[in-house]
């Protein structure tokens, strides 16, 4: 079935410094790869996202590479700072006329910003 | 826009008692819904898929007769356990997308409801 790997399971980064994510993907199909920051208890934010048809997408601070050839996918945090302290999660789905777009996540990332 | 609720937030019942948890779409239609359930520390897994007006589609061991989802209107998913045991504590969190906007592809969650059986 579809599977998404996600690593490092935990990182910790002096602030200011750059954080990476990275995430490796099972499925061909899938087309749409989204991030995930949640803050305990609450619901994950959409932090950025990449459609298989890009290579890469920035905003601000965070960007988003793909590699569909290799099926890897990685999250850049740059200039991290202490708010940026939160679980991560990357997540895959496809989307077609027999693909209901449902989400596969990886199994998260537990990111501590030192100040 | 794009505003997903549920509600309850929290809910504490006893065992072999059964809970219903909404799913709202505020301001779209979602003719799809999806049904996660997280333990602590852990990711997000996917429970089942609930389509507007026909069955849910369950992920592979995940048993339909005890999460029983109800998709009737198009901003509308319930999600209720029967005969909830202490194992069945945990957050359950709904999403939707709407697909008639220009980001169709996202999906919108809802804050989620945490489940306690005593």
């Known amino acids: 079935g579809e599977n998404v790997e996600q690593h490092p399971s935990t990182l910790s980064v002096q602030e200011g410094d750059s954080a990476v994510i990275k995430c490796t993907y099972s499925?061909?199909?899938?087309?749409?790869f989204p991030w995930y920051k949640q803050e305990l208890g609450k619901r994950p934010q959409l932090i950025i996202d990449?459609?298989?048809?890009?290579g890469e997408k920035k905003d601000q601070r965070i960007a988003v590479t793909l590699n569909k050839t290799a099926k890897h996918f990685s999250l850049h945090i740059t200039e991290t700072q202490p708010e940026d302290s939160a679980v991560y999660f990357c997540?895959?789905?496809?989307?077609?006329?027999?693909?209901?777009?449902?989400?596969?996540f990886g199994q998260g990332t537990t990111l501590q910003v030192k100040p | 826009g794009a505003v997903v609720s549920q509600h309850p937030s929290r809910v504490i019942c006893k065992s072999g008692t059964s809970v219903k948890i909404e799913c709202r779409s505020l301001?779209?239609?979602?003719?799809?819904m999806f049904w996660y359930r997280q333990f602590p520390k852990k990711s997000l897994m996917l429970m089942a898929t609930?389509?507007?007006?026909?069955?849910?589609?369950?992920e592979q061991g995940v048993e339909k007769d005890k999460f029983l989802i109800n998709h009737a209107s198009l901003t509308l998913s319930t999600l209720t356990v029967t005969s909830a045991h202490p194992e069945d504590s945990s957050f359950y969190i709904c999403?939707?997308?709407?697909?008639?906007?220009?980001?169709?592809?996202?999906?919108?969650f809802g804050p989620g409801t945490r489940l306690t059986v005593t």
């Open positions: 999403s939707a997308r709407d697909q008639t906007s220009g980001r169709r592809y996202e999906q919108y």
């Open positions: 499925d061909s199909a899938s087309n749409y």
């Open positions: 990449i459609r298989s048809n890009v």
């Open positions: 997540a895959a789905s496809s989307h077609g006329s027999s693909n209901t777009g449902k989400l596969i």
């Open positions: 301001d779209f239609q979602a003719t799809t």
């Open positions: 609930s389509n507007e007006g026909s069955k849910a589609t369950y």
